[in-house]
């Protein structure tokens, strides 16, 4: 079991920055793969961006490619989502998730989710 708390979200305008800490308790959380997904009012969640157990790789989807980073600390049981360059459209609720070894894309290819954090942009 892992329970994960999402904190950092906000009100930021558009061209600022934002760092998202997803903090993990549980037993091992260096085993699991780490995602993060948000959802807009009205609309599906949508992937955003993945790491590995290790944190050796990690994977974007193309609308944050280059903006958004993800980064893990197995020390203190907390992976992270620096966002950069804000834009309206990055306005949704933001969700860590985990799941064992290897994670993906889709929502259902995970087991435990955060309850979520929200980030509003205004332009």
């Known amino acids: 079991q892992v329970q994960l708390v999402e904190s950092g979200g906000g009100l930021v305008q558009a061209g600022g920055s934002l760092r998202l800490s997803c903090a993990a308790s549980?037993?091992?959380?260096?085993?699991?793969?780490m995602g993060w997904f948000r959802q807009a009012p009205g609309k599906e969640r949508e992937f955003v961006g993945t790491i590995t157990w290790s944190g050796s790789s990690t994977y974007y989807a193309d609308s944050v490619k280059g903006r958004f980073t993800i980064s893990r600390d197995n020390a203190k049981n907390t992976v992270y989502l620096q966002m950069n360059s804000l834009k309206p459209e990055d306005t949704a609720v933001y969700y860590c998730?985990?799941?064992?070894?290897?994670?993906?894309?889709?929502?259902?290819?995970?087991?435990?989710w955060g309850q979520g954090t929200q980030v509003t942009v205004s332009s």
């Open positions: 998730a985990a799941v064992r070894d290897t994670g993906g894309i889709y929502y259902t290819d995970y087991d435990y």
């Open positions: 549980g037993r091992s959380f260096s085993w699991y793969a």
